[in-house]
């Protein structure tokens, strides 16, 4: 008995972090939270991305567990969710091109990004909609779904899914807190292209969201 309980939670450990990795793909976010730490300490950016880190593994389990009733209270679907997920990525993704580079480099105009600061934008921006997304607590919804229709695995499914979440958490505070490694071993100019590039993907995914949360509402009125 002890022995498929931990086989069926090791499945479901593994089935959360493929579900879930490439959607919020931590080192993908890497780029995007170095820039929007700019002017914080190393420490001050570990200290930001654990936050982060707890933030997005409460975000994915409160998702999975209470997700659904949570919208099916408000009456809100999930289209309605990427719909303004979607946007709030892209409105983000536009104005990281906006980023003045040269301003960012003059020491005379840095503003030092201090803890203090670095709570208050732990959640919004960092953790939602830049780590977790529209797309990520969409997929967190179905998969809290599953968990509740396995009648057979009462212990496994939910023990899967905690470890899961705990191990992508891990996950995204070694990528953002040694952000400023993993980019710099591009150089300058290198880093500098990677943002832009990083910045303009952000824009489309966010604009991507918006149009396949459009499309779900759309479809059936079309059908009609």
Request: hydrophobic share 50%; net charge positive; proline share 5%.
């Amino acid at each position: 008995m002890l022995f498929e309980i931990l086989q069926n939670t090791v499945k479901n450990t593994a089935l959360i972090m493929a579900a879930l990795l490439p959607i919020i793909n931590p080192p993908g976010g890497a780029p995007i939270f170095l820039m929007l730490t700019h002017g914080a300490s190393a420490d001050t950016r570990r200290y930001l991305a654990r936050q982060v880190a707890w933030n997005a593994s409460l975000l994915l389990l409160c998702a999975m567990f209470i997700g659904s009733y949570v919208l099916e209270y408000f009456g809100i679907s999930t289209a309605t969710v990427k719909i303004a997920g979607g946007m709030l990525v892209a409105s983000i993704g536009w104005n990281m091109l906006q980023t003045d580079d040269a301003h960012q480099d003059d020491p005379a105009k840095r503003v030092e990004l201090t803890r203090p600061v670095a709570a208050s934008r732990a959640f919004y921006p960092h953790t939602f909609p830049l780590t977790v997304g529209p797309g990520s607590i969409a997929v967190a919804l179905t998969l809290g779904a599953s968990i509740y229709k396995d009648g057979t695995r009462p212990i496994a499914a939910p023990l899967g899914a905690v470890l899961g979440v705990a191990v992508i958490a891990l996950i995204i505070y070694l990528s953002y807190g040694f952000a400023d490694r993993i980019v710099g071993l591009l150089g300058k100019t290198g880093t500098t292209v990677l943002l832009r590039l990083t910045a303009f993907v952000v824009l489309c995914i966010g604009i991507e969201i918006v149009w396949d949360g459009a499309e779900q509402l759309i479809k059936p009125l079309l059908r009609h």
